[in-house]
Structures are given as structure tokens and as C-alpha cells.
């Protein structure tokens, strides 16, 4: 009997490309093919995962020299789209989450746009002394007692973000008593009355400790996404002092500036495949 075949890949000798180059456009031929092949990823006709053929079997079928299709696959490699494997080949990247910068939104929400189940890893829920750089960011006296939780957010079965968040223990009793693997601005709000209204962030790329490592399940040294904010609430009081570090194979940021009689405005964004769609969240804060 013979043994069972799996469907042909995007392009197999055997299966027509459902796209070709357009000979007439002055758009060049490598600015083409990144654009067709974007579209099957966007679309789901190509699926996070997929093996894509080689470079030079597309060549072959489009009439094109090796040159335009490799500078392609670079650049949809380098915007997330694709993952090169030595060896193996080039497959369809996981769509990353996108985070717009501005609006207050859970965390947990934000995630849940993507479809995937959501959940929540508490590493730690606990009461400590305040360093100066807590006392400072919370108004409060240094050695006072701050709220410290510490949790990993997971899509589906994979850890994606790292968060950190310190709050002031005297304003939010209580708190290690709560329910921490769902949203911690539903909690505040819910049970104190705290509304998330204005965050500061600062955004950086920084490299990967053992700790966050083995946290996030990538290797020591791999690039993250920091972003560490203070949140302030309705009455301009702040409430929290958070880092977030994310898998930056996973997270990309969209910023949208707007001008008006306050200046350069920046909103928000959610998560999507598609660069051009995605709900809103304030990426440096905790949910």
C-alpha cells in the first residue's frame, strides 16, 4: 500500500501559485512579492506554521532571478512574518499581539482580542518594603509597605509576557486575597474604585536574564520589549508601578500620533495578523 501524502505546500511543483508577478507595474519585483505573500499570511491561506518552498523553487515559478525573491523573504522575515530555521527552512510566523500605546485597557482583555484562551501565572502576591525608586513612583514614603505581584500571561499554552506590578499596600488592602489570574484593573476598580485613567511609558529593548528566561521559554540573551509605566487614576493619584517584558517574536507596538491643541497625541492598539486591524491597550500596564 502506498504511504499517504500530505497536502502540497503554497507553490509546489504540482500546484499552480495562486498569485504572479505583474511585468507592467513599476513597483519592483521584490516589493511584489513581499506584498503577495503578506496577503496569503494575512488572509490564512498560508497558516502560522507553514513551510514555504525555497526561495529559488518561487524564483523558478514566478520568472524572476534569486535576488528579488530573497530580499522578500528577508524583510518579511525581519517584520515578524516569517521564522528562517537553518536547516529546516522558512515557515509562516505566530501572528504577533499588537499594543497601540495610550488607552488604559486590561492587559487580559487585549489578549483575549486574539481569540486564543488567556490566562494568568501568579509567581508572587505579596507585601514588601518600598525601595526609593517604588516610594518615588507611588508617592509614598521609602520602607512603606507596596503590593508586589508578579505573574506570567500565557496565550493558548505559550508564556508571552512577563509582568511585574507594584502597588501601595496601605491604599489596596487586601490584595493577596483577590482573585489575581484574571484582571488586577477589574479588581481595583471592582473593589476600590480605582479607575486607570493616564500612564506614563518607557519602552526598550532589553535582553533576556536566566530568570525571565526560563519564565518566558526562550534563551538567555534573547531580545524582550520593557516597558515600565506609572498609572495614575481618576484623581491623578498614582496607583501603579509596572514593568512588562514580552516576547518580542510575539509583540509588536503601533503608535498613531494625531496633533492637536495639546500637541502630538498617541493612541492605542490590539491584536491582530492583520498590521492594519487591532483593540486597545496601555502596553506597560498590568491587567
Known amino acids: 500500500m502506498a504511504a499517504p501524502t500530505s ?17 507592467s507595474s513599476a513597483v519592483p519585483y521584490h516589493d511584489q512579492i513581499y506584498r503577495l505573500l503578506l496577503d496569503e499570511i494575512v488572509s490564512g491561506r498560508l497558516t502560522p506554521g507553514e513551510k514555504l518552498l525555497q526561495e529559488k523553487q518561487y524564483a523558478v515559478r514566478l520568472g524572476v532571478s ?28 505566530e501572528p504577533k499581539v499588537a499594543s497601540k500605546i495610550h488607552l488604559l485597557t486590561s492587559f487580559t482583555a487585549t489578549l483575549g482580542e486574539t481569540g486564543l484562551p488567556v490566562s494568568m501565572h501568579v509567581l508572587e502576591a505579596g507585601t514588601r518594603p518600598a525601595d526609593d525608586v517604588a516610594a518615588t513612583a507611588l508617592d509614598v514614603p521609602a520602607g512603606a509597605e ?44 471592582r473593589r476600590h474604585g480605582a479607575v486607570m485613567t493616564s500612564a506614563r511609558n518607557i519602552i526598550e529593548v532589553v535582553r533576556a536574564l536566566p530568570d525571565h528566561a526560563s519564565h518566558l ?18 484623581h491623578d493619584k498614582p496607583v501603579e508601578l509596572s514593568e512588562v517584558l514580552y516576547r518580542a517574536d510575539r509583540f509588536r507596538f503601533e503608535i498613531e500620533s494625531h496633533r492637536g491643541d495639546g500637541g502630538v497625541r498617541h493612541s492605542t492598539a490590539r491584536p491582530a495578523q492583520d498590521p492594519a486591524s487591532a483593540p486597545s491597550s496601555n502596553p506597560g500596564s498590568a491587567p
Open 217 to 234: 521559554q526562550v534563551p538567555v540573551g534573547e531580545a524582550l520589549l520593557q516597558v515600565e509605566a506609572v498609572t495614575r487614576d481618576q
Open 66 to 93: 534569486l535576488a528579488p525573491v530573497r530580499q522578500a523573504f528577508l524583510a518579511l522575515a525581519k517584520n515578524g512574518y516569517l521564522n528562517r530555521t537553518r536547516g529546516r527552512g522558512t515557515f509562516v510566523s
Open 146 to 189: 507596596v503590593f508586589r505581584l508578579r505573574r506570567v500571561a500565557f496565550l493558548g499554552a505559550e508564556p508571552v509576557a512577563l509582568l511585574t506590578a507594584v502597588l501601595p499596600a496601605a491604599r489596596f488592602p487586601g490584595l493577596a486575597e483577590e482573585d489575581l489570574d484574571t484582571s488586577l484593573y477589574g479588581v481595583l476598580e
Open 7 to 23: 497536502p502540497p505546500l503554497l507553490g509546489s511543483a504540482d500546484d499552480p501559485l495562486p498569485f504572479a508577478i505583474d511585468r
